[in-house]
C-alpha cells in the first residue's frame, strides 16, 4: 500500500523543513539574542502578571476573537472588517500565499529576508524571484529602482517586502515605499509590507490600505510586544482583501491564551512603548561601545543590530559562548563578516560589553 502523490509543490525536495524531533533548547542561564525576541526583564514581568489574571475558563474554551478584533481595530484607527489575527504574523504571511499563489505565479521577495518567503514561495509552487541586497560601506543596499523595475518587468502576482527588513535591518523612506506600493497596483500585484518590527520602526503604511486595495501589512507581537511565544500576528487590509484571506484561514486564527493576552495588553501599551524604549536604548549604548573599540556597526532599524568582529572573530565567538546566543555570522554577501544581536536593556548588555572588552585586551 502507498499514499497517493502530494501536491508537487510538497513533493519538490527543496521543500525542506527544519526536524521537528531534535531540540534546539536554550540555556536559560544564557542571554537569548539570537532570534530578535524581546529579552526585556520588565516587560516579561508584565506579561506573566497579565497571563496570571486570565480566568480559568479561557483554558478549557474555544477562542472568541471578536473583542480582540474590535479593540485591536480601534487602537490602529481602522474598522475590525480591515483585520484578519494569524498564528504569530508568520500566520498571515502564509494566509496571503495561501489566497493568491497558484504553481508559477511569480512571487518577488527580498534576498536576505525572513526565511518563510522563500518556504512558502516553494510550498505554493511559486517561481520566487529573489531581490538580492547588495554590500557597500554602509551596510545592505537594495534600491527603490531596483524593486520597480522587477514589478515592471517580472509581472509578479505577489511582492513582499519587509520594512524594516531582517536580518538587512534596512528601510524604504516613506515616498520610496509609496513608489512601491503603486508600482505593485499597476502591476496588478498584490503587496505585502511586513512590518514586524513596528514599531522599532514606525512606519507610514498601514493606514494606506484605504487608498490601495492590493496593500496587505502584517504586524508581529513576538518583537515589541514581547509575545513571541503566544503566536499571535495580525494582517490589515482593504475590506475586500481581509474577506479573502479570512476565507483560507483556519477554524481559529489562533487560541484562547494568545487572544486573552493581547487584548489586555492593549491596555498596557505604555509598557510595551516604555520597553521599546529601554530596548533602544541598550541598543545605542552596545553599539557605542563596539564603536569605541574600533569595530564596524550598522545601526539599521529593528529590535537587532550588527558588529563585524572582523580578525577578533574568533576569540569573541569563544569569549561569548558561555554568556549570549546570537547570530555569528551570514553566508550572504551584504552581511558577511557581521554578527547579530537583538536588542536588550543595557543592564542586560553591559556584561557582554564587558567580556569583550576582556577578551581583546
Ligand atoms: C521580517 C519578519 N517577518 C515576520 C516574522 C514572523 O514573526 P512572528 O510570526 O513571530 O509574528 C519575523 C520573525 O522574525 C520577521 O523577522
Redesign the pocket.
Known sequence: LKFPEPRPAIANPELIRPSWTTTNARDPELLWLD??ENADPVLAGIVADVLASIPRETLYSYPDAAPLYRKLARYLGIAPDNLLLS?????A?RAVFEAFIEPGDVVIHTQP??A?YAVYSRMYGADARPLAYRPSDTGPVLDCDNVVRAINTLSPKLVCL?N????TGTVFEPDRMRHIVEAAGSAGALMLV?E??YPFHNGPVLPWIADYPHLVV??????AWGL?GF???YAAASRELAKLLHKVRAMYETNTVAIAVFERMLDRENEMWASVERLNKGKAFFLDRMEAMGFRVLRGA?NFLHVAFGTKANGIHSGLADMVYYRKDFSDACLRGFSRFSATTRELFTPVVERIAKVIR
Open positions: 532570534k530578535n498564528a504569530g504574523s508568520d500566520g504571511i529576508t525572513f518563510m519587509p524594516p527588513d531582517s536580518p511586513d514586524a518590527y502584517v504586524r508581529s507581537t513576538g518583537k513571541a503566536r499571535i500576528g529593528g
